[in-house]
């Protein structure tokens, strides 16, 4: 899969995208990442990216040029365009899935007071990471990346997330690992009992409980 980024703080990424799971995904070839600073595809003269608004009103507004130029050099029949905002639709795991089997997404960071309404033309969706402002979009790009990354063929073993809180529509169940005890706290006798029915009748039993009281909303209600 490839990944191209708009944004115009691409030093923020270097942490997230160069550890761990993601930087292995990207140095086995699972996922080529690639971020491109949308003010280089600037027509002017200072490189702005932004203006005030038509009507009047506080902050800068992202302007289309920029960001138009960048996509349309970008884009391919096989990529699908999206805008980090908080008037997205909010992302659940199941987009997670959905995004992973693309070949090619763009993702474009908004950042300031806002970008040019004029921009949603470009994209094929919306996404928001949830009910709450972020300084830009970096972040929840971020969240996509990962949360895709790790779905994607060979990245980790298919068992792990199969298991995964949400994946079928459950929160997980609980895992302990050694010592027995500690502080006072016992691993449940059931997962020391070697007896592998009896142990996945009770993390089905355990992830359902877990479910109808952190999350009713969800299907194990
Ligand atoms: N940009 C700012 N806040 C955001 C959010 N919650 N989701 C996606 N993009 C954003």
Same mark, same amino acid.
């Given at each position: 899969?490839?990944?191209?980024?708009?944004?115009?703080?691409?030093?923020?990424?270097?942490? +997230?995208?160069?550890?761990?799971i993601?930087?292995?995904?990207?140095?086995?070839?699972? +996922?080529?990442?690639?971020?491109?600073?949308?003010?280089?595809?600037?027509?002017?003269?200072?490189?702005? +990216?932004?203006?005030?608004?038509?009507?009047?009103?506080?902050?800068?507004?992202?302007?289309?040029?920029?960001?138009?130029?960048?996509?349309?050099?970008?884009?391919?029949?096989?990529?699908?365009?999206?805008?980090?905002?908080?008037?997205?639709?909010?992302?659940?795991?199941?987009?997670?899935?959905?995004?992973?089997?693309?070949?090619?997404?763009?993702?474009?960071?908004?950042?300031?007071?806002?970008?040019?309404?004029?921009?949603?033309?470009?994209?094929?969706?919306?996404?928001?990471?949830?009910?709450?402002?972020?300084?830009?979009?970096?972040?929840?790009?971020?969240?996509?990346v990962?949360?895709?990354?790790?779905?994607?063929?060979? +990245?980790?073993?298919?068992?792990?997330?199969?298991?995964?809180?949400?994946?079928?529509?459950?929160?997980?169940?609980?895992?302990?690992?050694?010592?027995?005890?500690?502080?006072?706290?016992q691993?449940?006798?059931?997962?020391?009992?070697?007896?592998?029915?009896?142990?996945?009748?009770?993390?089905?039993?355990?992830?359902?409980?877990k479910?109808?009281?952190?999350?009713?909303?969800?299907?194990?209600?």
């Amino acid at each position: 899969m490839k990944i191209d980024i708009l944004t115009l703080f691409p030093e923020m990424f270097a942490g +997230v995208f160069e550890e761990s799971i993601i930087k292995r995904a990207r140095e086995e070839g699972k +996922v080529d990442i690639e971020l491109h600073n949308f003010r280089d595809y600037s027509k002017d003269p200072h490189k702005k +990216v932004d203006d005030t608004p038509y009507g009047g009103g506080s902050g800068m507004v992202l302007c289309c040029q920029p960001i138009f130029d960048c996509v349309n050099h970008l884009k391919n029949e096989d990529s699908t365009v999206i805008l980090l905002t908080p008037s997205g639709k909010t992302y659940q795991e199941q987009d997670a899935k959905r995004l992973s089997r693309k070949k090619h997404l763009i993702l474009i960071c908004g950042h300031y007071e806002g970008f040019d309404e004029r921009i949603r033309y470009l994209c094929d969706e919306e996404i928001s990471i949830g009910d709450y402002v972020l300084t830009g979009g970096e972040i929840p790009s971020m969240v996509l990346v990962d949360s895709i990354t790790r779905l994607l063929p060979g +990245v980790i073993k298919e068992e792990s997330y199969q298991q995964d809180s949400f994946y079928e529509g459950l929160l997980d169940y609980p895992t302990y690992t050694k010592p027995r005890e500690y502080a006072g706290y016992q691993v449940p006798e059931v997962l020391l009992s070697g007896d592998h029915a009896k142990i996945k009748k009770w993390r089905e039993e355990m992830a359902l409980k877990k479910t109808k009281e952190m999350r009713p909303d969800l299907k194990g209600d």
